[in-house]
């Protein structure tokens, strides 16, 4: 399963570790992550499920294209890392 | 004596006990912004919103005086775009949460959030669940609003009148002034009176795209709200239906802050600025207004603020004075705090080092 690995940051507000968890796309894998830390949701997206203006999803080296939709696929072996974007301040 | 406070600030939520006697010491979320703070008059809970720049807006609220916080959801708007903007954008998104009020005595649990952009949400739990105030947000004149100081409107001011839980007034930049007299079921645009320069002629006037920095309603005489507007400093005595405009007012009728004594509505404190975008004490000297006759006429107090060329500015939620009338806290953009006594004639610097302040309140008995 792919692995979810979040930004050292977020320690600092709430409890991120990394977890492993299905999903073809990053919506999928990080719905799986948000069901099991539902606080952790609204760090990430907003209300509408969009990635946070200044947050940045990684598919292993690659920035995701659709920050809107979440579609990018994942593949089972692929990591995805959450980053606050230095755009945030 | 009432002199303990909390202060709100870029940099995390802060108590200075004793009228400062001791140093300001951290409530938490050092480092974070702390857009609103609330202690709730009915059971001493603290509650404070932080705006996370990487992480949106958040909601943590205390039980024991803020030795430890629990996190809350924070007011949102439900996914996905059941309510979508008006403005023909994407679906809304809670970006700010820039004022928390208390409901009624009758109303336990009843919380009011204001938001960026121009929502309210209420709660009936103690923040545990918020709903979005459809009745507002469907307002159609909603279309017509738009950011002041921010890229979308906001709700910063939530006055509920203390003979009537159920009654509202709310400010939002720039959208007017609107009233409910049914607990937000219903709402109906006030501000008759408001005039906004910044318009074309036609629509000087127009109540729908005022921008009133901030409301102050006074305790015992819930009909008086006094309005800190973009363009000048006005009176309502009819609970926000109609403004009158306040003149001669020196050094300046621009600020963004405003203070109401308690029990007099004539009395109310102001924060002096240079219009427009300029926003620094007139002359380079920093110095607050009182009126005590109703806006007739207005004393400039200074004794105890800065001598020297200061540009201090205080925002909309951090100016307060106290339940008895007497003491007013004050805090600046510079990250200076003071204590205004013998209403506001005598102040003394409580801190000069802290960061950016956003609020000040003073702690409940």
Redesign the interface.
């Known amino acids: 399963m792919p692995r979810v690995t979040f930004t050292a ?2 320690q ?3 409890d991120a570790p990394s977890l492993e968890v299905g999903g073809a796309r990053v919506g999928e894998v990080l719905a799986g992550v948000f069901a099991q830390k539902p ?1 952790l949701r ?3 997206v ?5 990635l ?1 203006r ?2 940045n999803v990684f598919v292993n080296a690659t920035m995701i294209a659709d920050r809107d939709g979440l579609s990018d696929a994942v593949r089972p072996d692929d990591e995805v890392f959450v980053f ?2 230095l755009s ?2 | 004596m009432a002199e303990d406070l909390f202060v709100a600030t870029r940099k995390g939520l802060f108590a200075v006990d004793g009228a400062g006697a001791q140093a300001p010491r951290s409530l938490g979320f050092l480092g974070d912004p702390v857009s609103a703070f609330l202690q709730d008059p009915r059971d001493g809970c603290l509650y404070a919103a932080l705006n996370l720049g990487h992480f949106g807006a958040k909601l943590h609220r205390s039980e024991d005086g803020g030795a430890s916080w629990s996190e809350l959801p924070a007011p949102a708007f439900a996914p996905p775009g059941v309510a979508p903007d008006g403005k023909g954008g994407k679906a809304p998104s809670v970006s700010l949460i820039w004022t928390l009020a208390a409901g009624g005595a009758d109303q336990p649990g009843r919380l009011w959030a204001g938001t960026l952009p121009g929502a309210l949400f209420r709660s009936d739990d103690r923040g545990e669940t918020w709903q979005l105030v459809d009745a507002l947000w469907n307002q159609p004149s909603r279309s017509e609003w738009f950011g002041g100081g921010y890229d979308d409107p906001g709700i910063h001011s939530i006055c509920v009148d203390p003979r009537d839980s159920r009654r509202l007034v709310i400010g939002i930049s720039c959208g007017g002034v609107w009233r409910s007299e049914d607990d937000g079921e219903t709402w109906t645009l006030g501000g008759k009176g408001l005039a906004a320069a910044y318009m074309p002629p036609d629509r000087v006037d127009d109540p729908t795209i005022q921008d009133p920095h901030r409301l102050a309603v006074c305790a015992a005489a819930p009909d008086t709200v006094w309005c800190q507007h973009h363009c000048g400093i006005f009176r309502s005595d009819d609970g926000g239906r109609t403004f009158v405009q306040i003149h001669d007012v020196n050094p300046s009728a621009f600020g963004f802050a405003v203070a109401v004594h308690p029990a007099d509505p004539k009395t109310a404190w102001f924060v002096p600025a240079v219009k427009d975008e300029c926003r620094v004490p007139v002359d380079g000297r920093f110095v607050v207004t009182r009126t005590r006759d109703g806006g007739a006429s207005f004393e400039i107090l200074s004794r105890g603020l800065p001598e020297e060329t200061a540009y201090d500015l205080v925002y909309r939620h951090a100016l307060e004075v106290d339940g008895a009338g007497e003491t007013l806290a004050m805090g600046s953009t510079t990250g200076a705090l003071w204590l205004g006594r013998d209403g506001g004639a005598d102040w003394r610097l409580l801190s000069s080092h802290l960061p950016p302040i956003s609020q000040v309140a003073f702690r409940a008995a």
Request: proline share 0%; net charge positive.
């Open positions: 940051n977020l600092r507000h709430l606080l609204s760090y990430i907003d209300d509408q499920g969009r946070r200044h947050v606050q974007a945030g301040g």
